[in-house]
């Protein structure tokens, strides 16, 4: 249910859900809404009292999330000036005109040239373009060293797919034996996609995430941890 609060004199509405737990729970989404959880008792005062109380924390935190999400648009805008990450090191980004669109690495730099420099689609598509090339690149290379490990168990070389996902970094079909990897893996540094890469081969051997699964990751890759910790900084 939608709701609606002051806090600190600014109103805010909030999603409020039942549910069966113990505590009020408050999350905030990256698009700044409000998500409230509540036992199924908990009087709707009470709920706005526990609100009142972390009003401040509450303020705090939708503007560090709202900051941090405007970074994250502007850094999709692909502006000259503007950062673009490549095996996690930040280049700067020139936006040059030119007759034909495409990208160059220079020293601590990266020379974007396109028809229209003042299309903002047109500049996210040649460096997702050129990211893609980088991604598909290193992710082949890195498939091939960490094969033998699995050729020794009669796992056969994957078919490898490279696409723009949503949500992860990378999949694995078993049944038909086919890796698909991040399109924009090459942003990370070589560490993280080398994890990504070694998670989805280790499905072969476990499909789900069970303790076998993290057993054999773990034998192949001890510090996988802080690799997949650094991949969602
Ligand atoms: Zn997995």
Redesign the pocket.
Same mark, same amino acid.
């Given at each position: 249910m939608l709701r609606e609060i002051v806090l600190n004199g600014r109103k805010l509405t909030y999603e409020l859900t039942r549910k069966q737990v113990k505590n009020i729970n408050l999350r905030l989404h990256t698009d700044c809404s409000i998500h409230v959880s509540a036992p199924p008792r908990t009087a709707v005062a009470s709920i706005e009292r526990f609100m009142q109380e972390n009003a401040d924390r509450i303020l705090d935190a939708m503007e560090k999330v709202g900051k941090r999400e405007a970074l994250r648009q502007q850094k999709e805008l692909f502006e000259d000036g503007g950062t673009v990450f490549y095996l996690g090191a930040p280049y700067r980004l020139r936006v040059f005109e030119g007759t034909r669109n495409e990208v160059r690495l220079g020293s601590g730099e990266l020379l974007l040239t396109v028809k229209d420099p003042s299309d903002p689609i047109l500049r996210k598509k040649t460096v997702e373009k050129w990211l893609s090339a980088r991604s598909k690149e290193q992710i082949t290379e890195l498939c091939h060293s960490i094969y033998p490990y699995f050729q020794a168990r009669g796992i056969p070389f994957p078919l490898l797919r490279f696409r723009f996902m949503k949500s992860r970094w990378?999949?694995?079909n078993t049944a038909k034996g086919i890796l698909t990897f991040h399109n924009r893996l090459a942003e990370k540094p070589v560490e993280c996609i080398a994890y990504v890469v070694a #998670?989805?081969f280790? #499905?072969f051997l476990h499909a789900d #995430?069970s303790k076998r699964?993290y057993g054999e990751l773990e034998k192949m890759m001890p510090d996988w941890k802080i690799r997949k910790k650094l991949l969602n900084e």
């Open positions: 990378g999949s694995c #998670h989805e280790t #499905h #995430h699964f």
